[in-house]
């Protein structure tokens, strides 16, 4: 009789163990279904002015696990099966800068349902409003007969108009620029004493603009006691020259809460740009519209 290989039982056996350890190593993969966010939107109500924004990105729990956070328009991956919650807030660029995403911390969470699985998308468009507790300290949107921005520190209140032509919404503040009157620094009448206090966490102001020069914007504090920060302007950000109408969210709350002082205004400055000694363009034209303060 042929002896058998003794061999051949024990490499069996190997064989496969091998297999089941490379199943436990690199097991199948779950196949994601997908959240689709073709966009987004703002709704107000009446007394919180225009419905303007530039959410950019969708910041994504799903089941309170956070997903991650995605410019728009956006399609995730997802894991979860079944009839989910997701939660979206709203992402902004912090004073128009592509490297300083974050929350608006303005806009309540958008709350809903997707039903996942693998291979499929389920596509949802959130609508962001107000938090209950946001506070405006002024809505601009230049259509009466006034405006907030009457202190003029540098140029002239002729400057300045309001007018329907090229506007935004309604009526949009008008800047007329030359190289005869080549600036214009404006603050608000108004000083706003409750910005500030011992919960103070955010102060935003919005924006939406269209303009052939920069325009920076800041903040001019003021002290009860007559000591310090009185009637100095401290420019933080703007914004650049652009053809069509954006809208910018300037974080004024690091400057705001760090100085620590009793009132403040908001002030601009527009401007045309000098180079090489010359003025680079012979006239400027600035719009705003829809500038809010915001905090709490």
């Known amino acids: 009789m042929k002896k058998q290989n003794s061999s051949f039982l024990p490499a069996l056996i190997l064989a496969a163990a091998l297999l089941v350890s490379c199943e ?34 969708a910041w994504v729990s ?6 991650g956070a995605y410019a728009l328009p956006a399609t995730l991956p997802v894991l979860e099966e079944g009839v989910s919650e997701v939660v979206v807030q709203a992402g902004v660029k912090d004073n128009g800068l592509g490297n300083s995403p974050d929350i608006y ?13 693998p291979n499929t998308t389920d596509t949802i468009r959130p609508v962001f409003r107000y938090s209950d507790n946001t506070k405006f300290a002024f809505i601009e949107d230049f259509n009466e007969g006034t405006q907030i921005f009457s202190e003029i520190r540098r140029g002239s209140l002729s400057q300045m108009s309001s007018v329907d032509e090229d506007a935004f919404e309604g009526r949009s503040l008008r800047i007329e620029l030359d190289t005869s009157a080549a600036i ?19 102060v935003y102001l919005e924006v939406d603009y269209k303009s052939d020069v920069p325009v920076t914007f800041g903040i001019i504090g003021f002290d009860n006691a007559g ?39 908001i ?5 045309i ?3 090489n000694g010359q ?18």
């Open 24 to 57: 436990i190593i690199n097991p199948e993969e779950p196949i994601p279904g997908y959240i689709h966010i073709p966009s987004v939107s703002v709704q107000t109500a009446a007394d919180e002015g225009s419905a303007s924004s530039n959410i950019s990105e």
């Open 62 to 67: 799903v089941n309170g696990s956070f997903v």
């Open 105 to 117: 911390p303005f806009f309540a969470n958008f709350e809903t349902q997707a039903d996942l699985g």
């Open 184 to 202: 214009v620094e404006a603050a608000t009448f108004e000083r706003y004493a409750d910005l500030t206090g011992p919960f103070t966490t955010s």
């Open 227 to 265: 000591t310090i920060g009185n009637g100095q302007a401290i420019f933080l950000s703007g914004f650049n020259a652009s053809g069509e109408w954006k809208k910018i969210y300037f974080n004024l709350s690091a400057a705001v809460v760090e100085s620590g002082l009793d009132e403040y205004q």
């Open 267 to 271: 002030v601009f400055q527009a401007l």
């Open 273 to 275: 740009p000098i180079e």
């Open 279 to 296: 003025f680079v363009r012979n006239e400027a034209v600035v719009l705003m519209d829809n500038i809010k303060l915001l905090h709490f």
